[in-house]
């Protein structure tokens, strides 16, 4: 059951205080010295690429939008090796700092052209992660005509399968992601309409381990001028 609460009620205890944001040099020559081979295994091998390119070209209907759909990616393998991953990918890297000066998240936005080929193919040819297909691919739900925040509150939280839940690579990406203090953790939920929000895979399982959990309906500009609205389950 979903409940509309004011906008202010979320509570996001402070996680985006002291953190400072710089950009990244991605050098278009290195760029291109990069085989579609080791593009490939990049995009098969980290979870956290895929979600972040599917963020982006799975939910723009025009590549213009490339360009200004942010993602967040997190350094799950360590900054050294999330440096290398996110300049073979995105032409537009900014690195996110908290305020001891530790390398917390990157902003990406504007995969390259091979990288977005590649990514197209490989969903194509179903060789992404299981999680990408769910959450990912029947489009943005038109059901909402103005931004709002609500509060879902399940008929049972459920525990039973919460191991089976952190043993899927997505999802402790997801529930990790908030670990990292520079936004609320989320899972992109676009394609469901509000009535259809007790069907997201695990959300009673979320709802158990979590204080609050939401659905935010938030607003975004595309490349035309038109507007779409799209959804994303957060907790704290």
Known sequence: MLVQIPLNEINNDGKDSGITIDPMNCNDNLQRCYGDEVILRIINENIGVQISLADIILTCSSEDDYESQISYFYPVEGE????SVVMAIFRAVH??????????????YSP???ACKLFKNAYDRKMLDKWIYVFYSKGIAEDCTDIGLFRYNPKN??????????????FRYI???????????????SQYNLSEIDQVPFIDEVASIANNLYVIVFRKEKANGSYYYGKMLTWD
């Open 80 to 83: 050294k090796k999330s440096n």
């Open 112 to 114: 390259t052209s091979q």
């Open 175 to 189: 529930l990790n992601a908030g670990d990292y203090g520079v936004t609320l953790p989320g899972l992109q939920i």
């Open 157 to 170: 939280k459920s525990r039973l399968r919460i191991a089976m839940m952190k043993n899927e690579r997505f």
């Open 95 to 108: 690195k996110v700092y908290d305020k001891s000066g530790r390398i917390i998240a990157y902003e990406v």
